[in-house]
């Protein structure tokens, strides 16, 4: 079945530094791939539709300037969180429609645990 | 108003119990419902979809929709061990984003 490859699982970073997080589809093409983060005991929260070629669309509320969507490829889009904070630590999961079905449902990655520290 | 609302649990069963997870929803034009699974530090898994209104079968796995009040749920029978996850509910709007329930997490006891 269709696989998203998320990288890296997790990753700590000091307080103002940057952190990339990559995307891939293994063996599909994507040209619309989806961002998510997920609090402790909260629900994943959409942040950002990642677009290839094209610049990504934000969730209300979702700084653009600080978390930068970069989809180059058809197969890869990264998260870059810059100037990152402890209250950016969270779980970052990313998707992608294999089928072009969007309601075949969405195929996601691993996700990616930051701390801030 | 958020666009689906999850009772997040958590909810403890023992093996072989039926086991009932719910969630409303706040948009009347909503079309497709989907549960996932989602394990510890991993993504959501698919399990199952609903168009529109009634039930849908897989395996132990019932989901259902009831349209007038804007209610889903999802019943697994026989539950098992390996069952314990948390569940989300989620909604797919017209413009193909999905959003998601907060997810009640579901431990079933050996």
């Known amino acids: 079945g269709a696989v998203v490859s998320q990288h890296p699982s997790w990753v700590i970073c000091k307080s103002g530094t940057s952190v990339k997080i990559e995307c891939r589809s293994l063996d599909f093409q994507a040209t619309t791939m989806f961002w998510y983060r997920q609090f402790p005991k909260q629900s994943l929260m959409l942040m950002a539709t990642?677009?290839?070629?094209?610049?990504?669309?934000?969730e209300q509320g979702v700084e653009k300037d600080k978390f930068l969507i970069n989809h180059a490829s058809l197969t890869l889009s990264t998260l870059t969180v810059t100037s990152a904070h402890p209250e950016d630590s969270s779980f970052y999961i990313c998707s992608a429609d294999p089928s072009g079905q969007a309601e075949d449902g969405y195929t996601f990655g691993s996700g990616t645990r930051l701390t801030v520290v | 108003q958020k666009e689906v609302e999850q009772d997040p649990g958590p909810l403890s069963v023992p093996e072989g119990a039926i086991v009932s997870l719910n969630c409303t929803y706040s948009?009347?034009?909503?079309?497709?419902f989907m549960w996932y699974r989602q394990y510890s530090r991993k993504g959501p898994e698919l399990l199952m979809y609903?168009?529109?209104?009634g039930n849908k079968e897989d395996g132990r796995f019932t989901a259902q929709v009831d349209k007038s009040s804007k209610y889903i749920s999802l019943f697994i029978r026989d539950s098992q061990p390996s069952d314990s996850a948390t569940y989300l509910c989620?909604?797919?709007?017209?413009?193909?984003?999905?959003?998601f329930g907060t997810g009640t997490r579901l431990t079933v006891i050996p």
């Open positions: 990642s677009n290839e070629g094209s610049k990504a669309t934000y």
């Open positions: 609903t168009y529109s209104s």
């Open positions: 989620a909604i797919l709007t017209g413009a193909n984003n999905l959003f």
């Open positions: 948009n009347s034009a909503f079309q497709y």
